[in-house]
């Protein structure tokens, strides 16, 4: 029961917190990481053109053979049930290697494009949520320990300013919706109300004093 009392009074910190913040003011900003995302298909590029030489390879292997897997370039059924006849299998392996590593990096290649057309924070926006990690007084302090989000002013850190580039903004709204934007745009408008006012009034006194004349 003790143990419950405690729990109850330690204050939402680190990812929790974070994480209550970016959904409570549609401010969710991350980390694309495309330079490992690029690398990673390069990679997978390597992978596919190694296969792409092995199963031409075989191919040529096979179809200089004296039995039925010289119809395999062209018969596909005899490609398909080779193992199951005792002839080998090995460049109908090959192809499903193939098949299902070109479907790996065609999905890749696909995040990857989603990645560089969604849209991307500010350098003002991604100090916002910068300085919300760090300060008490507006509610943050998230007393992060990792190397990602501990020291903000590192280059391991994902909201460092060299990383502005590599981050994503995931937000349902428009951009002139952000926090600065709710912060500043009731005052000014607010002014811009009563100097619009201000105006009307001054014009109106003045039509007055012309009638009056």
């Known amino acids: 029961m003790a143990h419950d009392r405690t729990r109850a009074r330690i204050r939402p910190r680190g ?21 490992l995302a690029v690398q990673d298909l390069l990679y997978l590029q390597a992978e596919i053109c190694e296969l792409e030489h092995d199963l031409a390879k075989q191919g040529m292997i096979d179809a200089n053979a004296s039995d039925e897997r010289r119809y395999y370039d062209r018969e596909w059924w005899y490609l398909h049930q080779g193992e199951s006849r005792g002839t080998g299998g090995e460049q109908w392996k090959l192809a499903l290697r193939v098949r299902a590593k070109l479907r790996e990096y065609y999905s890749a290649v696909q995040q990857y494009q989603s990645m560089i057309s969604s849209q991307r924070p500010s ?7 910068q300085n919300y990690i760090n300060s008490d007084s ?14 903000l002013e590192s280059s391991t850190s994902v909201y460092d300013p060299s990383h502005l580039h590599d981050l994503l903004f995931l937000r349902e709204d428009s951009m002139e919706n952000d926090c600065l934007s709710r912060m500043i745009a009731g005052p000014i408008l607010e002014g811009l109300h009563r100097l619009f006012r201000l105006v009307k009034v001054r014009k109106s006194v003045r039509s007055q004093l012309i009638r009056w004349r």
Do not use: N, T
């Open 15 to 35: 990812y929790p917190k974070l994480a209550g913040f970016m959904v409570e003011h549609d401010y969710v900003m991350i980390r694309q990481f495309r330079q």
């Open 123 to 129: 350098q003002q926006q991604r100090k916002e949520l």
């Open 138 to 151: 507006m509610g943050g302090l998230c007393q992060f320990l990792g190397k990602d989000l501990a020291e």
